[in-house]
């Protein structure tokens, strides 16, 4: 195996909640409230979409695609959902920093380090809005390639936590089966303050919806007892993807970095500078306020 070069899942597909869109001359990111499934070919007008999200769109008869039925690569919740802090570089997108919240990997003079990671609020390094929360969720749709994956990322904290939390508590009570337990990604929305009441969308992922919690964890017993009987070994297949992964510095590389910063950074500064600016403004009316009563 070549050192330095992570061995990822194979990926044959893109799953998102937004796209880019083209404003006075600039590409910049747009929120949907649906998913699209995507090949992995990018043309001016966006990445080209997969057969398969035409064929998911059939079965809802014209509705959003809000949920997708999907099945995950491995048993092990933190190899199907792989989440750090990181840093991207913005013009080329190369890693500079990666971390967990305790420890991180930083690009230094000296060369690679391990560093103690304070988390985003509280790292002076990736101050500014430039270091966040980097999710990709492996997922398998369809069978026709039983090794290949589909890739959510997000820079979204309401994904990855919920992501997290089901992998978790789906791992314990199927067992460990989790890759042959029946699973489907929804898309729920929910407002917050900082989102000024407006709706924002995250991915969760839930039971199959004409399937019982019993139901399901029994057909993931089942199946796992059928493939090794037939000699398909989850367990190795886990390990290796774990030896792969742990295989160099980072696990992507600046294409992955740029497709990241072109899709989530505009989004975010504009969104940093929202706060701020609302902020400002709240403080200055106060301080108005106090000087009139004065």
Same mark, same amino acid.
């Given at each position: ?19 880019m869109? %083209?404003?006075?001359?600039?590409? $910049? ?10 090949t992995?070919i990018?043309?001016?007008?966006g990445?080209?979409?997969?057969? #398969?999200?035409?064929? #998911?769109?059939? %079965? @809802? ?10 099945? #995950? ?9 792989r989440?750090?802090?990181?840093f991207?570089?913005?013009?080329? *997108? ?17 060369g690679?380090e391990?560093?103690?990671?304070p988390?985003?609020? $509280?790292?002076? &390094?990736?101050?500014?809005d #430039?270091?966040?929360? !980097? *999710? ?7 069978e ?12 979204? =904290? ?5 992501l997290?939390?089901?992998?978790? =508590?789906? /791992?314990?009570?199927?067992?460990g089966?989790?890759?042959? $337990?029946?699973? %489907?990604?929804?898309?729920?929305g ?5 989102? /000024?009441?407006?709706?924002?969308? !995250? @991915? ?21 007892? @059928? ?12 390990? @290796?993807?774990?030896? *792969?992964?742990?295989?160099?510095? &980072?696990? =992507?590389?600046e294409?992955?970095?740029l497709?990241?910063?072109?899709? &989530?950074? /505009?989004?975010?500064?504009a /969104?940093a ?8 403004t ?6 108005? *306020?106090?000087q009139?009563?004065?």
């Amino acid at each position: 195996m070549i050192k330095g070069l992570a061995i990822t899942p194979p990926v044959i597909g893109r799953i998102s909640i937004g796209r880019m869109v %083209e404003k006075n001359g600039k590409r $910049l990111p747009e929120k949907d409230d649906q998913f699209t499934i995507t090949t992995q070919i990018q043309t001016r007008e966006g990445w080209l979409p997969h057969p #398969l999200d035409e064929a #998911l769109r059939q %079965e @809802v008869q014209g509705k959003k695609l809000r949920s997708i039925p999907v099945t #995950l690569p491995f048993n092990d919740p933190d190899l199907n959902l792989r989440a750090e802090y990181t840093f991207f570089e913005r013009k080329s *997108g190369r890693p500079l920093c990666s971390g967990d919240g305790e420890t991180c990997r930083r690009r230094t003079d000296q060369g690679l380090e391990q560093l103690p990671c304070p988390s985003p609020d $509280l790292c002076e &390094f990736g101050a500014h809005d #430039l270091c966040k929360p !980097y *999710g990709r969720l492996y997922v398998r749709i369809g069978e026709e390639d039983e090794l290949g994956c589909f890739v959510f990322r997000t820079t979204g =904290y309401n994904s990855i936590r919920t992501l997290a939390a089901r992998l978790r =508590y789906f /791992h314990a009570i199927s067992g460990g089966n989790l890759a042959t $337990l029946p699973l %489907e990604l929804k898309l729920r929305g929910k407002s917050t303050t900082q989102s /000024h009441r407006a709706p924002i969308y !995250y @991915v969760d992922l839930t039971l199959r919806a004409n399937q019982s919690m019993k139901e399901a964890v029994t057909h993931a017993r089942e199946e796992a007892k @059928v493939m090794e009987n037939l000699g398909i070994s989850q367990a190795e297949l886990d390990k @290796v993807a774990q030896a *792969g992964l742990l295989n160099a510095q &980072f696990e =992507y590389a600046e294409e992955e970095g740029l497709q990241v910063v072109e899709e &989530f950074s /505009h989004e975010g500064s504009a /969104h940093a500078r929202e706060s701020r600016s609302q902020s400002t403004t709240e403080l200055s009316n106060k301080l108005a *306020g106090k000087q009139a009563a004065d």
